[in-house]
């Protein structure tokens, strides 16, 4: 497949996603809430994650963005959902370095989520793709709040 055509259809999966997000929804106590900020691009999300032994066992996200804000956190909650917390974990490195442009070549167990690898080229666009994976590290480290200026 020719890289244009690539691109054509990862743009796709972003704008499916941005039109009809995964997990939109609040999760009630005791699952851990994350408030997300990205002040350079005004995207606000929150993720609501429910850890019980030792696996993500639900995800659920709202708020406000950009299309590759929304589309990145409602393809995170697919992702890591079932997932084990070390799973998660290791997820968030590999989605960081493809986001990041640090990972060799676009990793193929990355799955769909390879839709962001163009992100790379696009230095702003980098925490708005990262941000949902930004409250995912978060929960998993017990903060409530992330953001992008870190
Ligand atoms: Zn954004």
Do not use: I, K, W, Y
């Given at each position: 497949m020719q890289n244009m055509e690539l691109d054509a259809l990862y743009a796709e999966v972003i704008l499916d996603h941005n039109r009809r997000p995964r997990n939109w929804g609040e999760l009630p106590p005791p699952a851990r809430k994350v408030e997300g900020f990205n002040p350079l691009c005004g995207d606000r999300l929150t993720v609501w994650f429910d850890l019980a032994d030792d696996i993500v066992r639900d995800v659920k996200f709202m708020g406000e963005g950009c299309a590759i804000s929304k589309a990145s956190a409602s393809m995170m909650t697919q992702a890591v959902k079932g997932k084990t917390l070390e799973q998660a974990e290791e997820l968030f490195g590999r989605f960081h370095r493809l986001v990041t442009g640090?990972?060799?070549?676009?990793?193929?167990?990355l799955g769909s989520l390879?839709?962001?690898?163009?992100?790379?080229?696009?230095p702003a666009r980098v925490k708005c793709a990262s941000l949902a994976w930004h409250a995912l590290h978060g929960a998993l480290h017990g903060e409530a709040a992330t953001t992008t200026e870190e």
């Open positions: 640090t990972a060799a070549e676009a990793d193929p167990s390879r839709a962001f690898a163009g992100v790379a080229r696009f």
